[in-house]
């Protein structure tokens, strides 16, 4: 920390919509000795939180943040993981009031431990679904993936003028309406 600074403690609000009120969330952060209170008025789908930024690159090591509730400050699990893990690579410490979560303390770390081994292990469950279900599609025949861009007489063009060397790369993507590395990927794949 440099010297002379002294450490903040931010608060965070947001309302989901526009009819709602921060009133109860704001209270209570000033009630937790709050410095200043950023708030945004955004769905938690949204992933643009203009407060939630500015506060965000105010922040210095040796501040803390403090919520009402957790899911004012993340949109997800791994959403509030991955801040975690940003305050805790900055030294910056958080609160939680309704959850009574401290990362200062070593029972508030070892929480917020669990929900990231949580985040984790859902988005290990997401992976081995979508894999078993890829398989699955294989084994009826369906194959996964992005349809082809190009057709096989497209592909044999495309390896005939690049293999004649008359016309550059990206004169062949130009021609057959793709990218540069559809073009690549054909000649590879010969």
């Not at 410490?93 to 200062?104: A, G, P, Y």
Request: proline share 2%; with cysteine; charged share 30%.
């Amino acid at each position: 920390m440099v010297c002379g600074m002294a450490s903040m403690i931010y608060g965070y609000a947001r309302v989901s919509t526009g009819d709602q009120t921060t009133d109860l969330q704001k209270d209570a952060l000033v009630k937790a000795g709050c410095d200043r209170i950023f708030t945004d008025v955004a769905s938690g789908a949204k992933a643009h939180r203009p407060e939630l930024d500015h506060m965000l690159d105010l922040l210095r090591e040796g501040d803390t943040v403090v919520v009402w509730k957790l899911d004012r400050l993340g949109r997800s699990m791994q959403n509030l993981v991955d801040l975690m893990t940003m305050f805790d690579e900055r030294g910056v410490q958080f609160r939680s009031l309704t959850e009574s979560i401290d990362t200062s303390t070593p029972g508030g770390t070892l929480v917020f431990n669990i929900f990231g081994s949580l985040a984790q292990f859902e988005r290990d469950l997401i992976r081995e679904r979508t894999s078993a279900g890829l398989e699955a599609a294989r084994a009826r025949g369906r194959k996964g993936g992005r349809p082809a861009k190009l057709d096989e007489k497209q592909v044999k063009e495309v390896r005939r003028l690049y293999g004649a060397k008359s016309v550059t790369v990206n004169q062949i993507a130009a021609m057959m309406n793709v990218g540069r590395s559809t073009i690549y990927r054909c000649v590879k794949d010969e």
